[in-house]
């Protein structure tokens, strides 16, 4: 995984502040095998989302904007960075729908983004990744090859593809076939068939209804048995 990181820093250092947003990547530790994958479109970057991240006195003197800035001032530490994604994983309201269906499934998640760049705004996101419709521009693509790493590396028993446009842009990306028995597509990681649920957001405005939410678990449960 460190090697992967570098590569992630080495492509911030050749892009421009108006690509990065002036923000640094996320950075992942060794990812956890054999689980379901949830894959986002980004990581979101606002102050209040990172309140319940940064509960806790390890975080008290943190300060999000100076500390994620990029260039790397110094003060940004890896694995500061990667207790408070930690952190939010357990107490971020994004990640409810992810541990319900952990606890009505009892199988175990992890969770990455297609995306290393931090904005919430899922338009100004666009605009740095995509030339037209949903093509991606060479700073796009070149983040979809290292998230292809990273699907890699996690091993996924099953893949949630929980974001509208980055189902669109994973189905465009890795072509995933629909099988018709199962009623979910399938993608070849590592050499395995894994089945992979395109959806939209679990969680927000545009989240799900509870009723839809219900079926897709119930059609997890059915697909992993």
């Not at 319940?52 to 500061?80: C, R």
């Not at 068939?193 to 897709?216: I, K, Y």
Request: proline share 4%; hydrophobic share 35%; with cysteine.
């Amino acid at each position: 995984m460190d090697q992967l990181n570098k590569e992630v820093l080495k492509l911030w250092a050749e892009s421009s502040e108006e690509q990065t947003l002036g923000r640094m990547p996320v950075l992942y530790p060794p990812l956890k095998t054999n689980r379901i994958l949830f894959v986002g479109l980004n990581p979101s970057f606002n102050e209040r989302g990172f309140k319940s991240a940064l509960s806790g006195p390890d975080f008290k003197d943190i300060d999000v904007e100076t500390f994620y800035a990029h260039p790397n001032s110094g003060i940004f530490d890896q694995s500061i960075s990667n207790k408070i994604e930690e952190n939010s994983k357990v107490h971020h309201s994004y990640f409810k729908k992810f541990r319900n269906i952990e606890t009505h499934l009892g199988i175990q998640w992890e969770h990455i983004d297609l995306f290393f760049i931090r904005e919430t705004s899922q338009k100004s996101m666009k605009k740095r990744v995509l030339e037209k419709g949903d093509d991606l521009n060479e700073f796009g693509r070149k983040q979809l090859d290292l998230s292809k790493r990273l699907i890699e590396k996690s091993k996924p028993r099953l893949i949630v593809v929980a974001n509208a446009l980055a189902s669109q842009l994973f189905k465009n990306y890795f072509s995933p076939k629909f099988n018709e028995e199962k009623g979910c597509h399938y993608v070849d990681i590592n050499g395995m068939s894994t089945p992979v649920f395109l959806t939209s957001m679990l969680t927000g405005q545009r989240a799900l209804d509870n009723h839809s939410f219900e079926r897709l678990k119930w059609h997890i449960k059915k697909v992993l048995n």
